[in-house]
């Protein structure tokens, strides 16, 4: 009987998703606020980033100045591959 107690443990492991290493997530989303502030001709403090997923190593993460809403397209180096303006 207790054989399904065991396995739970084991297939919930095997479904969770790897993501990207902790420490990468801090270097992306610097990246694309450096990147976005240059864009906007404004000092990186007015840009607030937040790290929204990752798909085969690319992350997306949001920037937001002021009301303006922006993603980056991140690689696992930290370059900013591509940014748009999803609201637009």
Not at 6 to 17: D, K, M, R, T
Not at 38 to 59: F, K, M, N
């Amino acid at each position: 009987m207790r054989l399904p107690f065991l396995l739970s443990p084991l297939i919930l492991l095997a479904c969770v998703e790897a993501g990207p290493a902790p420490a990468l997530i801090p270097q992306q989303e610097e990246a694309c606020r450096t990147v976005i502030a240059d864009h906007i001709r404004r000092p990186e403090s007015e840009v607030t980033v937040r790290w929204l997923s990752d798909d085969g190593g690319i992350a997306t993460v949001e920037a937001v100045d002021g009301n303006r809403r922006h993603t980056c397209a991140v690689d696992a180096t930290g370059r900013v591959l591509s940014y748009d303006h999803p609201d637009a």
